[in-house]
């Protein structure tokens, strides 16, 4: 192998070492350079692809240690129909994955990755999902030869020396192989082969399909990981709500990609909230990994190191904090760039759009007078957790939170009213099972299409999902105190299709229902669906919402939800023998009720 140059390797461990010597051969870059963690390598890093206009550097008063970059126009959101679970069995990939076998799939990706460095430099990524050296913490290795990757990845996850001196000489660490290669779409592969802690990812240079430690690895494969070792990988954010006592209540919820967990996670209180005393703490806005506490709970942690939300809508008053998180040491992707104070901008953050700017395409854009976009809708910034003013005192605590509650949600025009509690955990697991969202622009592909996304899993469960559902059905049985489980919806519509509820901070409101009912502090109103409140337990004062509204938000149509439960049982036969017994009898309880 004919490597030019190559900094000092971090560890001396065979295994690793081995399988980069692997990777640089097949590949074969001019180069290998280890990623140390260092401030003065990430700083040379920045320079480098700065240099290279890779990357621009914004306005060091305005938006300190920040930068632009834009992604090649079709390459700009993850790609679902070109990422596969290759497992040896297809059965184990499930319904909902695509699948290959994995001798076929090797072989594929082998002649793609062929060369696919020459004259580049292939970084290695040593880093942690959760605290280092923590006992639930796991390790990755991304080689990659993006140095977007690279900063991404230093900002998005634990990275290292003290990465490689955790795991020693052990071979326990997840394989990540990132060549951006021609980010020819035809050839865009994003892999995984469970069996292997392997992730092969070739041919995009955007988010989720290259930093490789986020649905990749901390939800695809950490979900097998999870069925094997007992615990759960889940797509959820992590929050506490401080009451006027200065008790703080964990909850974690799942919603569908670019349904408002980010948002959720960093809410600021209502006004008359605020002044009794509440607060929210963000213990994290998208992955949460779940393990059986001794004490009988549940407890979430938040695997990650930063935040990678989407950019429009983002603004003062929908979500001040993650504005906030953006202010500093952030990289922005595919956002308009404004050239009269070289800042950013996107839809939604303001009224006031640059005149003079250049669009997420990369050309000049105008827009006070452009019908164009400027940002593209998942244009995204990759903020340090740190940066984020409500970041909870227990972010970096190696165990996580204990949970009181687990919420269900996605984007929902008519069917799911406000707010509904399960029956008890296993009608739990059915609702999150039953789940249904329209498709945002976090994915390619058509958006605003209901579909049927269990758990807010669906692109990111790393097996068969039938036997996901058994998974949470066992942790059930696992823990003496299961969180309460609820199912939120803030996205009903009115005949105008405007959305009815106000949303953002004033999701406090339905939080604050939940929390009491988790403390037996008030009654509900028993549904065929579950548990809703009653209208006078939900606290509208300063909301703009008068309690009518509210009533429409709660009520349940039972024509509307025979056809949602018919919709449940079409998509429960793609499941055959793999489907829990219990779910079966939980649809067909909810179709009786609802006669
Ligand atoms: P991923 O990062 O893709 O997983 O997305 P996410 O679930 O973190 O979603 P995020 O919080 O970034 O919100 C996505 C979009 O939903 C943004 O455009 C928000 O403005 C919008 N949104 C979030 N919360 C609410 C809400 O309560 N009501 C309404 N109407 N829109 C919301
Ligand atoms: C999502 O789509 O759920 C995201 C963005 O959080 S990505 O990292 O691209 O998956
Ligand atoms: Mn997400």
Redesign the pocket.
Known sequence: MALVGMNMALTGNRDVLDWIDMMAAMTRPAQVVWIDGSESQLKALRTQAVASGELEKLNEEKLPGCYLHRTAPNDVARVEDRTFICCPREEDAGPTNNWMDPDVMYAKLRKLYDGAMQGLTMYVIPYSMGVVGSPFAKYGIELTDSIYVVLNMSIMTRIGQDVMDALGNSDDYVRGLHATAKLDPENRYIVHFPQDDTIMSVNSAYGGNVLLGKKCFALRIASCQGRDEGWMAE?M?ILGIENPKGEVFYLAAA???????????MLIPPEHYKKAGWKVWCVG??IAWIRVGQDGRLWAMNPEYGF???A???NVK??PN?LESTRKNTIFTNVAHNLDDNTVWWE?LDKNPPKHAVDWKGNPWDGTVSTEKGAHP?S?FTAPAKNCPCISPEFENPTGVPLSAIVFGGRRAKTAPLVYQSRDWAHGVFVGSAMASET?A?AAGAVGVVRRDPMAMLPFCGYNMGRYWQHWLDMGEKVSKPPLIFNVN??RTDADGK?I????G??LRVLEWIMKRCEHAVDAVETPIGYLPHPEDIVLEGSGVDTDTLKELLTVDPALWREDAAGVRAFYQKFGDTLPDTLKQELAGLEDRLQ
Do not use: I, M, Q, Y
């Open positions: 797509h954010l919603f569908p990609s670019a349904c408002g967990k980010t948002n959720l996670a806005d998208d990678f939300g989407v429009p809508g983002t929908s979500n993650a939604g998942n995204r945002t976090a803030w996205f959305f509820w106000p949303g953002f004033e999701n």
